[in-house]
Structure formats: structure tokens, C-alpha cells
């Protein structure tokens, strides 16, 4: 196994120059008075293909000798590195296969194709990135292809790295602590190189999604495990097994590895997009979401971020929005049972419903003649302080038929 070094880093540097943008390290005021700290984000958001991934695909791809150049290139990924690979491959002149998940969204799908042009096919495989990333082997092996890895090799370890030596020159003192999202762990993998070597002290915190904790699961397990299921709705994040070199590098070197509700993270989305203006997909969103896990160690501290990709379909509004008022505790799903007598809605509307509350789904269909029907309905609420009260309400009033929330399966069916 390959290890990254400082000396591949400063040599990634140097070939990034007229690719990758030196992107800010932006002091946020909302979230330094929120943590009583000073908060930086590196706006890998503001690449050229909206993600860190450019760094790591070109470093991976110019290093190459050049009889390998000669060859196809293949690569797989849920989107970012798509894009990255696709951008490389067009201005270096190569030709790409670029294997993504079918669920992949169609807005990274798309930027693919336009940083790609006629150098890159793409062919949508699987439900994961891991399954994609099966076909891409097979492919590989077949057509003698080169495969440029997401995150799991030495140079494009070593050109996400960069992110790091900028990170260092932007910082006018040492950080205290530094966050970063965790998906194979490429980018963990540099960004520990570097600061352990050049600032031992700032701590560095690995991040994933709560659905997709396939690192933290390996340290715990103290072996690199592959997850048997996980949600893959934070798609740059969302993967079933970390690197080796990864795994190996965290297992020295990494401070704490912590998981953030997926719900949170919409919530970290909306806010940067409503308060600050800034378009983050969930991955790019997940370690300012992680900061509120730390709130009491934060307090005078300088805390590093990065915000590491902007590649957000506009398409997935609504859903980021539900999760964030479920994980608010502000918009709850249940089976209500109306009597069968005229007026029993508006009873429900007028004396159940609190006058905040709000209904925003409603499915009913009477299908027989029995004394009570059922009905699926969701309200949204002011404060989540009112959800006692109004459960109390629908329990005396014999309305409550059952709370959806807490079960996840029904949920899902149902809604």
C-alpha cells in the first residue's frame, strides 16, 4: 500500500496551479456568534466543478506515465468525482467511462456530461456507489482500462491534501479543532497528512452521515467493515466501506470520527442558503451540521470547517425541507380515526388542531361502513412544545389512531 506524503502534497500543488482555484477560508459570523468561536469554511463549493473532487481526479490523472495515458480511463462515483474525472479527462485531452449510481441526481448527472463533452460516456449502474463501483471493475479488467479511484490512492490522496497546505497559508493562527466530511475518506486522509505533520495540535473530526457511518464503525470494529445497508440520501457521503489507506491513516492519526442526522444537515442547507446565500449539498453541509455535536468545546476556540460541495438539485428542495422539520420535531404523521357522522372533520380542525398548527398531508377514503375510517395526516407545527398538547387532545377527543414518526417501515409505506 501507497501512503500519502507531504512531499506528494506539495508536488499535487504544483500541478493544481492552473486547474484547481485557491479558494477562500471564509469567516462566518453567524456561526461564530451561535458558538461563541471564530468559524472558518474552505468554499470548495466555489471549484470550477462546484467540488474538492478536481483536485484528487487531475492530480491522480496528470501523474500518470504516459503509456497509460493512452489508454480509456474508467472511474466511479456518486457525482463529484464524476465531475472532477469528466473535467480532467476533457482538458487533458483522455477518454473517460464514468460509472454513477442509477439514484444519482440529475443535476450532477448533467454537469458531468457538460464538464465531460464528447471525451467521457457515463453509464448509470446500481443503487450505490459501491455497485457502480463493481461495474467499474469488471470494465476495468476487461478493456484494460485505467481506473482513477474516488479516494482510495496515494495521488489522489495527495491532491485533496492541497485543500490542506491552502487551509494552513489562509490561517492567520493554528486552528483548535478542524471538521471534515467523511465518504471514503479520501479528503479525511490528506487533510490528516498534512495538519499532523505541520499543526499535531488542532484536532481534527472526522464526519458522517448518521445513515452511512462506515468509519466510524471500522475504528470501533478495529478492522475496515463494509455496512450491509446504509441511506443514501447524503450521496457524496454515503458509502458502505472507507478506503484502506483511509482506514489505516484515521486509525492513527484521527482525533474523534462522529455521525449527524440526516435531518440536521437539511437544516444546516436551508440556513446557509436563507442566512448566507450559499448553495451546499448535503455532503458540503455536513461539517458546519456537525459543529452543534461539539457546541460546549467550541466555546473561544478557532474552529476550521469545509463546506465541500455545491452540487445541490434544486429538485430535492421539498424532501431537504421535510427532513429538517422531522428532525425539528416540527412535523409529525398520524392515523386518525374520524368518525362516520358529518362534522367530525371540522370538530378535528376547530378542537383538535392547536391554532398554530398547520395540516400539510391528508389521504382518506371510506372503503366500508365501519363505526370509525382511518386517515393518514401530517401537521406541521409552530414550536414542537405543542406536540404534547395536541396528542393529549386527539387521545381524549378518540381521534389518535397511531404516530407515524417512530415507525420508520409504516412511514415509509404510508407517506
Not at 299 to 324: F, M, P, Q, S, W
Amino acid at each position: 500500500m501507497k501512503w500519502p506524503s507531504i512531499e506528494g502534497a506539495l508536488q499535487a500543488q504544483s500541478r493544481l496551479k492552473e486547474v484547481a482555484l485557491h479558494t477562500p477560508f471564509q469567516y462566518l459570523e453567524r456561526h461564530s456568534s451561535l458558538y461563541q468561536a471564530k468559524v472558518f469554511t474552505k468554499r470548495e463549493d466555489l471549484q470550477q466543478v462546484r467540488s474538492f473532487k478536481i483536485r484528487g481526479a487531475y492530480n491522480k490523472m496528470v501523474a500518470l506515465e504516459a503509456f497509460d495515458r493512452q489508454k480509456q480511463m474508467v472511474c466511479a462515483s456518486a457525482g463529484n468525482h464524476a465531475q472532477g474525472f469528466a473535467y480532467s479527462c476533457k482538458v487533458l485531452g483522455l477518454n473517460g467511462i464514468v460509472f454513477m449510481p442509477v439514484p444519482t441526481p440529475k443535476q450532477k448527472i448533467e454537469q458531468v456530461r457538460m464538464f465531460g463533452g464528447t471525451a467521457i460516456d457515463i453509464r448509470l449502474v446500481g443503487d450505490t456507489y459501491d455497485e457502480a463501483y463493481t461495474a467499474s471493475q469488471h470494465f476495468q479488467k476487461a478493456h484494460e482500462a485505467v481506473f482513477i479511484h474516488p479516494f482510495d490512492d496515494k495521488d489522489v490522496i495527495e491532491g485533496q491534501a492541497t485543500i490542506a497546505l491552502e487551509i494552513l497559508e489562509q490561517s492567520d493562527a493554528p486552528l483548535d479543532y478542524l471538521f471534515v466530511p467523511v465518504g471514503g475518506g479520501g479528503l479525511l486522509a490528506g487533510i490528516l497528512t498534512v495538519f499532523k505533520a505541520h499543526s499535531p495540535k488542532t484536532k481534527i473530526i472526522g464526519v458522517e452521515p448518521e445513515g452511512a457511518p462506515s468509519l466510524q464503525t471500522s475504528l470501533s470494529n478495529k478492522h475496515n467493515t463494509r455496512l450491509s445497508k446504509i441511506d443514501k440520501f447524503v450521496d457524496g457521503a454515503a458509502v458502505q466501506r472507507v478506503g484502506d489507506i483511509c482506514f489505516e491513516v484515521a486509525k492513527k492519526h484521527l482525533d474523534d470520527c462522529i455521525t449527524v442526522p440526516e435531518g440536521r444537515i437539511c437544516q444546516e442547507i436551508l440556513a446557509l442558503y436563507n442566512k448566507e446565500g450559499i448553495v451546499a449539498e448535503p455532503a458540503g453541509a455536513i461539517a458546519l451540521a456537525a459543529l452543534s455535536a461539539y457546541k460546549d468545546q467550541l466555546v473561544g476556540k478557532r474552529v476550521g470547517t469545509l463546506l465541500c460541495g455545491g452540487n445541490n438539485d434544486i429538485t430535492r428542495t421539498a424532501e431537504i425541507k421535510e427532513r429538517a422539520l422531522l428532525h425539528a420535531q416540527l412535523k409529525h404523521y398520524f392515523i386518525v380515526r374520524f368518525p362516520q357522522r358529518a362534522g367530525a372533520l371540522k370538530e378535528f380542525v376547530t378542537q383538535i388542531l392547536g391554532p398554530n398548527d398547520d395540516i400539510t398531508f391528508f389521504e382518506y377514503s371510506k372503503k366500508n361502513s365501519r363505526e370509525n375510517a382511518p386517515a393518514v395526516v401530517g401537521i406541521q407545527l409552530k414550536s414542537a412544545a405543542d406536540f404534547s398538547p395536541l396528542l393529549d387532545r386527539m387521545k381524549a377527543s378518540g381521534f389518535y389512531g397511531d404516530y407515524l414518526n417512530e415507525k420508520p417501515d409504516l412511514f415509509q409505506y404510508l407517506i
